[in-house]
């Protein structure tokens, strides 16, 4: 008898799912098919750095690896005036080594740029022309002949920093100077070229510690001879700049 009721419900077409068990059947659904996940739609996988490290520990290392900026300027120099007295060595191919005393006068355009004027004084040295009349048979009028130099020097100061002293941070700045002048003196008229560099170490909002070395090339004339001069001389000296407020 049962194998005649499952003959006929496959001939009238009987709905799939459906099973003899005993005199009932019961309903199987399909199985639905698995669904397809995405690429874009799986979970995230968590970063090493919230693996292994805090987040307090994160923020410690983005504090050291954050960049600084600039350092500002404690002395400011665009539209003020400097006004310097010097003092140093100064050294010649031709005469000995001697002192040279001078002043400047400086407009700062910028912070980097400026225009300055100076004016130094020194002497030939007595020693050395003493020799050149010895070998010559020639005497020299003036064995203590002055020498005057005017400068006219476009300085630029393209470095400007921090450096410690003791306990004590100091500012400083790095300048190059460029420029000619004109020489006044019994062996020596005429025009000069000017080239050096120095440095600036400042004190306050107004004065500043100033060093600096520059060459100056000229002709000269000493016993009917010409020579092409390269003298040098070191300064070091008090810088004013006015007014006394940045």
Known sequence: MKRWVVLLALLIGAPRGWADHGDR???????PAPKRVE?????????????CIDQEIADRLAIKRKRRGAVDRLFVKQHRHE???NGGYYASDLLSGTYIAGGSYAYHMTDET????AGWWTH????????????RGVVLTDTYAQMIFAESLLVWSPVYGKLRLGGTIVHFDLHVDIGVGVIDSKTSRGAAGVLGFGMRL?????????IDARNRTFRQDLLDERFQENDSADTAGLNEILPYQN
């Open 83 to 85: 006004i310097s007295i």
């Open 202 to 210: 400042f004190a306050g909002q107004s004065f500043a510690f100033r």
């Open 114 to 117: 400026a225009l300055e004027f």
């Open 124 to 135: 030939a040295n007595a020693d050395i022309i003493r020799a050149l009349e010895d070998k």
């Open 39 to 51: 690429p874009d739609e799986l979970p995230a996988t968590p970063r090493t750095t919230e693996m």
């Open 25 to 31: 059947a019961i309903d199987k659904p399909d199985t």
